[in-house]
């Protein structure tokens, strides 16, 4: 089954780090991107980086750039989105998602979201 | 960074035909294909279109996508109480080096 499984809700006080895993599994890893998208309550989608899980290379949105950290494992096929320093603003669903060979440029297959929740 | 324009709400009865725009600039939509995404409430995004008017398997052909120059639109025709959801526009950003999304729109039935 293609699928993308996340890691389940975090609460977190403020300055502290999470860090969610995205499971995937029926189709090739290292085929694609991995990307992490993120939505605040009531707001809309907000792109924030992604990596090549075949290299580790990673391309972070500048806004979360020194605090966003994406790994992978490539022997259990998931992907990691630490953030640090953590804000109350930074409260949101954060979902990982990719592109299978259905598509193009498109993301086709995404996680269920992990709410993070940042309170003191 | 900068997001795609989309007005916040459209609506319509069932059976007729709404249309979403999306407005953008010359590094997003004036020079990349164009995604919409359907989401339900408490549910992650799905794509509806990709590269503009592609549709994926399993999305019906009344939802339909077209583009021109800065600017996109997404047309439900045929709307069923179903489509009651978040509708967003995407584009890559050339500037972003990663895709831009838009405001989204609430579609009520």
């Known amino acids: 089954q293609v699928q993308l499984v996340q890691s389940g809700a975090e609460v977190k006080k403020p300055g502290a780090s999470v860090k969610v895993s995205c499971k995937a599994s029926?189709?090739?890893?290292?085929?694609?991107?991995m990307h992490w998208v993120r939505q605040a309550p009531g707001q809309g989608l907000e792109w924030m980086g992604s990596?090549?899980?075949?290299?580790?290379?990673?391309d972070y949105a500048e806004r979360f750039q020194g605090r966003v950290t994406m790994t992978r494992d490539t022997s259990i096929t998931t992907a990691y989105m630490e953030l640090s320093r953590l804000r109350s603003d930074d409260t949101a669903v954060y979902f990982c998602?990719?592109?299978?060979?259905?598509?193009?440029?498109?993301?086709?297959?995404w996680g269920q979201g992990t709410l993070v929740t940042v309170s003191s | 960074q900068s997001v795609l324009t989309q007005p916040p709400s459209a609506s319509g009865t069932p059976g007729q035909r709404v249309t979403i725009s999306c407005s953008g600039s010359s590094s997003d939509i004036g020079s990349n294909t164009v995604n919409w995404y359907q989401q339900l409430p408490g549910a992650a995004p799905k794509l509806l279109i990709y590269n503009g008017n592609q549709r994926p398997s399993g999305v019906p052909e009344r939802f339909s996508g077209s583009r021109s120059a800065t600017s996109a639109s997404l047309a439900i025709s045929g709307l069923q109480s179903e489509d009651e959801a978040d509708y967003y526009c995407?584009?890559?950003?050339?500037?972003?080096?990663?895709?831009?999304f838009g405001t989204g729109t609430k579609v009520n039935v």
């Open positions: 029926g189709y090739t890893f290292t085929g694609s991107y």
């Open positions: 998602a990719t592109e299978t060979a259905a598509v193009t440029d498109a993301f086709d297959l």
């Open positions: 995407a584009s890559w950003d050339d500037s972003l080096n990663g895709p831009v």
């Open positions: 990596i090549n899980p075949n290299s580790g290379d990673t």
